[in-house]
């Protein structure tokens, strides 16, 4: 594949993603975090595209804040190293340079607001295990595995039975910001006789770097060259 055409393969790929990470639909949410891994697989993506491949990533429940921060440490390098503020070949107009500006700012604060919301839910997923260890002490273990998953166990059971949370004796309730988990959507699952209830984070969206509203398509080229990684 020629690199014109690589490009254009990326090109696609990236607007397909944003298309779909800024939807505000789950199952789109899915499919543009399948595109962002993708993308980040590629070793000579664009760095606009690789920040905005790990923003998408963070808004899901596998390794969001690594990602988070990875979103904004690049928005950081990409401006320091390439941004409107550095030297550049040839002449820039005042209106493009603020341009310019403007959209490396929205970039990086849009990175930040990312890495905002996965902290939160980081620490409100990390609360709620400790308080569930503090109320059930005496018949509960309970662990912290991942980002944003919780695993308990409780006393044995017969081996084969199946429970459903809300069957349990104490069943888990717990809420995040904007998102609620109830005891009645989680599900156990036992490994030999110990139950395992899984707590998800909720599905998390971004916005385009020019716009702030959580619904706005991203086909629109965005007026900031920051280089390849």
Partial sequence: MSQPEQ????????????????????????????IALQLTSYSDLPLLYLIRAHMTLACG???YLWHAREAVRLAEKGIKVFGSDTEKD???????????????QALLECA????????RDYAELRSITEAFNESNATKWAVTSAGDGVINCSSKPVPAGSAQHASDCEEPV?????????????????????APTANVSRPQRYIASPANDTKDTESDKSIPIDLGAV
């Fill in 7 to 34: 490009q254009a393969v990326l090109e696609t790929l990236w607007n397909q993603m944003e298309r779909l990470a800024t939807s505000g639909d789950n199952e789109n949410g899915v499919k543009s975090r399948r």
């Fill in 61 to 63: 429940d596998t390794n």
């Fill in 90 to 104: 040839g002449d820039v107009s005042e209106d493009q340079a603020k341009e310019e500006k403007e959209a490396e």
């Fill in 112 to 119: 930040r607001e990312t890495l905002r919301e996965a902290e």
């Fill in 173 to 193: 309730s717990a809420s995040l910001k904007d998102n609620s988990i109830h005891s009645d959507s989680i599900d156990y699952d036992f490994v030999g006789s």
